[in-house]
């Protein structure tokens, strides 16, 4: 458990509390997380580790993202 601010987004939190396991030498194989802590930075840097993150990936909800699903309509 980790305490943040409260304006702290909760993708920051991630990689500190895995930093901190692994300077305690309790690093996990793997962590269960909800859809505000990861990022595709994250997930990559933690499976060069050898730690598995299942999570959902946020949507991208971008302009190019939304033109991109728009113009496979048939």
């Given at each position: 458990m980790a305490t943040t601010v409260s304006t702290a987004p909760d993708v920051t939190a991630a990689a500190g509390i895995q930093q901190r396991?692994?300077?305690h030498r309790v690093?996990?194989?793997?962590h269960y997380?909800?859809?505000?802590?990861?990022?595709?930075?994250l997930v990559a840097a933690a499976a060069r580790e050898g730690i598995t993150m299942a999570t959902p990936m946020p949507a991208?909800?971008?302009a190019q993202a939304r033109a991109m699903r728009q113009s496979?309509?048939?």
């Open positions: 396991l692994t300077e690093k996990s194989g793997g997380l909800d859809s505000g802590y990861p990022s595709a930075d991208d909800h971008s496979q309509v048939p």
